[in-house]
């Protein structure tokens, strides 16, 4: 069989209408890679394994949420797609755009996004327009536009997008053979724990695979779901969620409570060391914000309110880190610059 993406694997479980027409890079499949060495640094006897949802083909988990807006914008015939984004829908909707042959729009706030993104979203041809203004102006302005023009939202206001994010859960559960006691993941305008938690429990009832507790871990400077109101200046090194008004806010506080876990915040501090953690004990080199759901889970060990004793747990990681090369010259150690000569390398790197 040839491979397909992820609606030719579980479009049947997705509540897309029937005109939709596949538009796909094969997205999903990504490895759910254990972390034997990250878990033994966090605690004993848990076991630890990151969903790298940056081996997406745009390097972000949005390419299963944006399969399915694109091919059901596709198949009904539109022309023209919208979104706002901190980067990474962005470039999903712009390459996807293509692939369909459609013109993509996207509003970005003007210098926070990451150059990965920005270099993606303009690869693939999309009209970048750059606001002065947060994520959250931006987004209010798409939501205008599509209400006066046929342009089609592929937001995650999109309940299409939803449908097609779930297929991570299902992913998760079949790897697993069920779900695992926790997973913990980042949350910036909270699609993906809204999406996550709907298909965990649709495969729940479909066949018994079990809830996991949610840990959706916000940053500290941009944490209206912990705060319990909007963020007017969200400031933050993982600016994939700098966000600070989340669309699917409530959602998200309402599936961590079902679930009995919670949202949680982390400083950018505890992030930055959690990316540099992951990508030198297991080789996983992830953007900023993909590292937050880590740190959260970090934090909550740290301080005794998450018991990992005998915990089965998955941490998803939204995207790669070649998204944000810049971050590295503030976080990691920089490289050394020698004269070629022998003796200086050798007293260099025979160093005890
Ligand atoms: N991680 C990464 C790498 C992201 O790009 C995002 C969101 C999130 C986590 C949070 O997911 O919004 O569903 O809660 N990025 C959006 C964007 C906002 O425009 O690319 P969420």
Not at 54 to 73: C, H, Q, V, W, Y
Not at 254 to 274: F, P
Not at 286 to 305: D, K
């Amino acid at each position: 069989m040839l491979p397909g993406g992820v609606l030719a694997r579980y479009g049947h479980l997705l509540n897309l209408p029937p005109h939709t027409q596949p538009v796909t890079l094969l997205e999903g499949g990504t490895p759910l890679i254990p972390a034997p060495r990250l878990a033994r640094e966090l605690a004993e006897g848990m076991s630890l394994w990151i969903k790298y949802e940056g081996l997406n083909p745009t390097g972000s988990f949005k390419d299963r949420g944006m399969t399915a807006a694109i091919s059901e914008a596709a198949g009904r015939g539109a022309r023209t797609v919208i979104c706002a984004s901190t980067g990474n829908t962005a470039a999903s909707a712009a390459a996807y755009a293509a692939r369909a042959g459609m013109k993509c729009i996207v509003l970005i706030p003007e210098g926070k996004v990451a150059l990965g993104k920005l270099a993606g979203a303009l690869a693939y041809g999309a009209t970048v327009v750059q606001i002065e203004g947060s994520f959250d102006d931006a987004l209010h302005l798409v939501v205008e536009v599509t209400r006066k023009y046929p342009i089609a939202l592929v937001n995650s206001l999109n309940p299409y997008r939803i449908e097609g994010q779930k297929t991570a859960a299902f992913e998760i559960c079949d790897d697993l053979g069920t779900a695992p006691d926790w997973l913990c993941l980042p949350v910036g305008n909270a699609g993906n724990i809204t999406a996550y938690w709907a298909g965990f429990r649709q495969y729940h009832e479909r066949q018994g695979t079990g809830l996991p507790r949610l840990l959706g871990v916000q940053a500290a400077g941009a944490a209206p779901l912990v705060l319990g109101h909007p963020v007017d200046r969200p400031e933050t090194v993982a600016t994939a969620i700098r966000i600070g008004r989340p669309a699917r806010g409530e959602e998200a506080l309402q599936a961590a409570a079902e679930s009995g876990g919670r949202i949680i915040a982390v400083t950018d501090e505890e992030i930055l060391r959690m990316q540099r953690l992951l990508a030198q004990t297991e080789g996983i080199w992830v953007e900023p914000a993909s590292a937050a759901g880590l740190a959260g889970l970090a934090a909550e060990i740290a301080a005794g309110r998450l018991r990992p004793r005998g915990q089965r747990i998955v941490a998803v990681c939204t995207g790669h880190g070649l998204k944000d090369p810049d971050i590295v010259s503030r976080s990691f150690v920089q490289p050394l610059v020698l004269p070629p000569r022998l003796d200086v390398l050798e007293e260099v790197i025979l160093k005890p």
